[in-house]
């Protein structure tokens, strides 16, 4: 159980373009999800938080322009990279958090990761 | 604020050798406290988690105890196997909070 997926896992676009990543829970209801970056032989910095049906909280230096975060189900989270550029060019993880019925309340569970290639 | 600090690596291990990756922590409070792996080319799995002084956590062979008194969550493993080489991950969740503050991951690759 608590499977998370992201779609794609990979995508090459190029400068100016926008790609859109998803990211779901596919056996249980995420009431929080996650936005990560991760940097080559670096750790995952948080992007952003969101909630279902809420606005998300991104996190200090994180440009809300540019990465768009809707998370318009309990089951989908969406990040939108708008007008791309090369260094925007990274692994990009989800993760999800269940609600406290379903047990899942402090864990995180994470999606494998989207690799964008920025040309 | 809220931090961990890991043992850097890389480490390299022999087959069937035993395995400790240092973790420590800060944080005010009683934070829960999670193990992360990610093998090559994938995500980040859960390997295991504590959510209060003294517990232990254990998962595949891998064993971390929760220590208050040292703000400590090291992971130990008696025997690795080269199907255990991947990046690992110290983590804590502050009582309370939303998200989840990361070391900055220990690789450790095993040789036969």
């Known amino acids: 159980g608590a499977v998370v997926s992201q779609h794609p896992s990979r995508v090459i676009c190029k400068s100016g373009t926008s790609v859109k990543i998803e990211c779901r829970s596919l056996?249980?209801?995420?009431?929080?999800m996650f936005w990560y970056r991760q940097f080559p032989k670096q750790s995952l910095m948080l992007m952003a938080t969101?909630?279902?049906?809420?606005?998300?909280?991104?996190e200090q230096g994180v440009e809300k322009d540019k990465f768009l975060i809707n998370h318009a189900s309990l089951t989908l989270s969406t990040l939108t990279v708008t007008s791309a550029h090369p260094e925007d060019s990274s692994f990009y993880i989800c993760?999800?958090?269940?609600?406290?019925?379903?047990?899942?309340?402090?864990?995180?569970?994470f999606g494998p990761g989207t690799r964008l290639t920025v040309l | 604020g809220d931090s961990v600090t890991q043992m850097e690596g890389p480490v390299t291990l022999s087959e069937e050798a035993f395995l400790t990756i240092n973790c420590t922590y800060t944080a005010t409070g009683y934070p829960s406290l999670f193990w992360y792996v990610q093998y090559p080319g994938e995500g980040l799995q859960l390997l295991l988690k504590?959510?209060?002084?003294?517990d232990k956590g254990s998962n595949k062979g891998f064993e971390a105890t929760y220590r208050k008194e040292t703000t400590s969550f090291h992971l130990e493993k008696g025997s690795v196997q080269v199907s255990d080489s991947a990046v690992y991950f110290c983590?804590?969740?502050?009582?309370?909070?939303?998200?989840?503050?990361f070391g900055t991951g220990t690789r450790l690759t095993v040789i036969p």
């Open positions: 056996d249980f209801q995420a009431t929080t």
């Open positions: 993760s999800a958090r269940g609600g406290i019925a379903g047990g899942l309340a402090d864990t995180q569970y």
């Open positions: 983590a804590l969740s502050a009582p309370g909070a939303n998200n989840l503050f």
């Open positions: 504590a959510t209060k002084a003294d």
């Open positions: 969101s909630n279902e049906g809420s606005k998300a909280t991104y």
